[in-house]
């Protein structure tokens, strides 16, 4: 074991630029990683009535604590969306690098130990930087935070580099099967991987959301507190089936597309879709629960602000609007934190696909196919799946905020189906960030052989 | 490789005369030296005088008398015995390019304007060989013969290649061992 | 020498260098009409920066080079893509076939880029991959094919658009001597048939023996004389 975690150290520290991206990324994700948990496991260690000095008051109900539980939870899915996302980076370099550690005569559980090893410092590091900010935080808004708080901490500090090490050694179980596995070309990798690594992380979250969600409602207003379940559980299910969905619609998109175009870059646009449809599915996974959620938030947002604006005092509300407004502003700005967190995954996985092919498509242009063509090609293979997929997940969205209004003030909020439109433009951009690196990689240089 | 076994082998396919036998041979190995009429009569009156062979009788079909030849019981097994050896690796290969460098050398001459020219003249009878084994119809053993001719050529083309990079060093040696 | 065809492609004194490393120093050399020419050299010797600097993929540091009486080194980006998909072929040892598309569409591609509706460009690259023997494997991506398969699609795609050059850097370089053979037959029968000038860059002499002659490079000049046909 010592050994195994020298050579990953070794690896670590002899790593070329783009492994240090990786690293860099990982350490980030770890980070935000930690963070979310970190926050999660101090808000659910308080029991009942009590009161901080912090965001207006909003996090001293158990109920609104419960809500912000599930919110912090389900910020994580990006974040883990974003950590699956790095693991891709610079794939096809380790593949050849374990390979070669196979031919020297490591055994395949070995090499995978030592990969996952790499990937485990990381996040240790994430999870370290993180772990002091959330100390230095908590003893600056809590006076004397209890000892079931500091054991959460703990646990998420120990938690997330071992969950990354272990996501590892999932995620590689059938990369290393042979000793001279990178000889053959990469074919399309089947991503069930990463998409059970992804599901894993979902299940997780729910059943930490559950258990934070009845703890903290425990000794409180009861029926009532089981609303943030439902919405979580409904965010859920439209999520695992826009999953499906976007799957399904990049194989059904690139078929049907790459049977009847006369367009070259549809062509290559619709082929590469429908050679891996999965890979879209991946990438895109968590772009529509970002899509649910925002729609879906959009909708009551406006629903409640409406209600808040006609509320006469006598309904129960709190007397101080910005009661309700800072918990909508915070809700926002979560929801634009996992937006961002899913915009980078999609830049950094774009990044990474055309970094892969760069002397495949080198030799594409050197042999008289456009630059032009290339890049729209690339763009399409983002647009094309994306936007019935976004469409549905924006609808979806919709409905939650529909059936939120309807009950509360019976309008429907249409204005919400601008995120949707929001979201596909901000992907589009994304993707088009990794322009200016096709640009860079098809150099002529990159035919000379190696 | 010598004629009698050649021989031994053609007359295995059944008795044959003189005459036939070299045209068999020059079908089968078309790029080897042909053979002559006068080798072949010498070679099979020694195969009879030591039993590999003996006359059948004679034919004449109108034209010249011919004799003909069958294998007996000795000279099959011998020439089995011959093709089932394996051919040991060439030791040393006589080499005279080599010898001409050298003695370009000593001579005072150009090793590697004679190595280049040497090179030219290789590539030549290689796009020869090329033309004449990728012409249309063309039969199978001609592009086998052709094809072991190429490979030879290109392995003297590769040994000139390292020489030309090592003429230096085979320079200095070469002036050393004549000063010595 | 002397009743060499005049030449399609030329190069004058070229000069080129990746970073500190100078790949070409003054290399010249002269393509005919319908000429194959293979241009040989250790590696490193400069042998595909020549063509990159032919085929207009990279551009020349000294030097000039002429397609047609044109300067090539001259033209605007887009100018030579285009240049390269109608009047150049262009084959490498490998990469060059996109590893999503079906082979039919590979080959139909440099039409489809050109315009050719993607009925007609099916069409006449399957005729193509006929002509190669390798219209059975059409449906198949590049990587389901065989190294002498792949490179033999490559060769159609060159060839489909009727090119007036090939430039072919390596083309059997990843394959064994009879899958090599196959291919070097085929682009060497096809370049006859249709007219067309090769420059066939290689390492290999029994591979340069397919070319009407030599021209030898070494540390980025041509060596001695061009070797007559």
């Known amino acids: 074991m010592r050994t195994d975690l020298r050579l990953a150290w070794l690896f670590i520290r002899g790593s070329n630029r783009q492994e240090w991206w990786r690293i860099a990324l990982v350490v980030a994700g770890a980070t935000c990683a930690t963070g979310l948990a970190s926050a999660a496991a101090v808000l659910a260690s308080v029991r009942g009535q009590h009161s901080f000095s912090f965001a207006a008051g909003l996090l001293n109900q158990p109920g609104e604590r419960s809500g912000a539980i599930v919110a912090l939870l389900l910020l994580l899915v990006p974040v883990l969306g974003f950590l699956g996302q790095c693991a891709r980076i610079g794939a096809v370099h380790r593949d050849r690098r374990m390979a070669v550690l196979r031919l020297a005569g490591a055994e395949p559980g070995r090499v995978r130990r030592i990969a996952a090893l790499e990937t485990g410092l990381a996040c240790l590091l994430g999870s370290a930087l993180a772990t002091a900010g959330a100390v230095a935080v908590l003893t600056a808004v809590w006076e004397r935070p209890t000892a079931l708080a500091w054991a959460g901490i703990a646990l998420v500090g120990v938690g997330v580099p071992l969950l990354g090490t272990a996501a590892g050694v999932l995620a590689l179980h059938r990369v290393v099967a042979s000793p001279l596995g990178w000889v053959r070309r990469t074919r399309t990798r089947s991503g069930r991987g990463p998409l059970l690594l992804f599901t894993g992380g979902l299940l997780l979250v729910d059943v930490a959301a559950l258990g934070g969600v009845t703890g903290t409602s425990m000794n409180s207003r009861g029926a009532g507190s089981n609303a943030p379940l439902v919405v979580c559980a409904a965010v859920l299910a439209v999520g695992a089936g826009a999953v499906w969905l976007t799957g399904a619609l990049s194989w059904l998109t690139g078929r049907l597309l790459a049977a009847r175009t006369g367009s070259p870059a549809v062509l290559i646009a619709a082929e590469r879709l429908r050679d891996d449809p999965w890979a879209a599915a991946r990438i895109h996974a968590a772009v529509l629960l970002v899509t649910v959620i925002g729609t879906g938030f959009a909708g009551i947002r406006q629903a409640l602000l409406t209600e808040l604006e006609n509320a006469d005092d006598t309904h129960g509300f709190a007397a101080d609007d910005s009661f309700y407004t800072t918990g909508l502003d915070l809700t926002a700005a979560a929801i634009a934190f996992g937006l961002v967190m899913v915009l980078v995954a999609l830049a950094v996985g774009t990044a990474e696909s055309v970094a892969t092919r760069r002397r495949g498509l080198a030799a594409q242009v050197a042999a008289g196919v456009p630059r032009q063509v290339l890049a729209r090609a690339l763009l399409l293979e983002t647009a094309l799946p994306l936007a019935p997929a976004v469409l549905v997940a924006g609808l979806g969205g919709l409905v939650i905020g529909t059936v939120y209004s309807v009950l509360a003030s019976g309008t429907v909020p249409y204005l919400s189906l601008l995120v949707p439109a929001g979201i596909y433009a901000a992907c589009l951009l994304a993707t088009a960030l990794s322009l200016p690196l096709l640009h860079r990689s098809v150099r002529p240089a990159e035919l000379r052989y190696t | 490789m010598s004629t009698r076994h050649i021989l031994l082998g053609l007359l295995a396919k059944g008795p044959s005369h003189g005459y036939e036998l070299k045209q068999r041979h020059d079908e089968h190995f078309p790029q080897a030296r042909p053979l002559a009429y006068g080798q072949v009569y010498t070679t099979l009156q020694r195969l009879v005088r030591d039993g590999l062979a003996e006359v059948e009788g004679t034919d004449s079909d109108g034209g010249p008398e011919r004799t003909l030849y069958r294998l007996t019981e000795k000279g099959s097994r011998e020439v089995t015995a011959w093709a089932g050896q394996v051919t040991p690796p060439a030791p040393f290969v006589a080499n005279e390019i080599f010898t001409k460098v050298v003695v370009t050398i000593l001579t005072g001459g150009d090793p590697a304007a004679h190595l280049l020219a040497q090179r030219a003249a290789h590539m030549e009878r290689m796009r020869e060989l090329t033309a004449l084994k990728t012409a249309p119809g063309a039969d199978l053993t001609t592009v086998l013969s052709a094809d072991y001719a190429l490979n030879h050529l290109d392995a003297d083309l590769r040994w000139m290649t390292t020489t030309q990079a090592r003429l230096a060093s085979l320079t200095a040696l070469t002036m050393e061992v004549d000063r010595a | ?229």
């Not at chain 3, 039919?104 to 993607?118: E, H, I, S």
Request: with cysteine.
């Open chain 3, 1 to 229: 020498m002397s009743n060499r065809p005049a030449p399609l492609v030329a190069a004058r004194d070229l000069v080129k260098s990746y970073g500190r490393t100078p790949a070409l120093r003054g290399a010249c050399l002269e393509v005919g009409e319908g000429e194959i020419v293979a241009v040989t050299g250790a590696s490193g010797s400069g042998k595909s920066t020549l063509l990159h600097c032919l085929a207009g993929i990279v551009r020349p540091d000294g030097g000039t080079v002429t397609y047609d009486g044109k300067r090539v080194d001259l033209l605007p980006e887009d100018r030579l893509s285009e240049l390269r998909r109608t009047d150049f072929g262009v084959m490498f040892q490998f990469g060059q076939l996109i590893p999503e598309l079906t082979a039919v569409d590979n080959v139909a591609l440099p039409l489809m880029l050109a315009g050719t509706a993607r009925g007609t460009a099916q069409e006449r690259a399957e005729e193509w991959l006929e002509r190669f023997g390798v219209r059975e494997q059409k449906d198949l991506r590049p990587g389901e094919l065989s190294g002498g398969q792949e490179q033999r699609v490559a060769l159609a795609r060159a060839l489909v658009t009727g090119p007036r050059v090939v430039f072919a850097d390596e083309p059997t370089g990843a394959l064994d001597s009879l899958a090599g053979e196959q291919v070097m037959t085929a682009l060497v029968g096809a370049a006859r048939a249709s007219g067309a000038a090769v420059l066939l860059i290689t390492h290999d002499a029994t591979v340069a023996a397919y070319a009407d002659r030599e021209v030898r490079l070494r540390d980025g000049a041509v060596v001695g004389a061009e070797v007559p046909a």
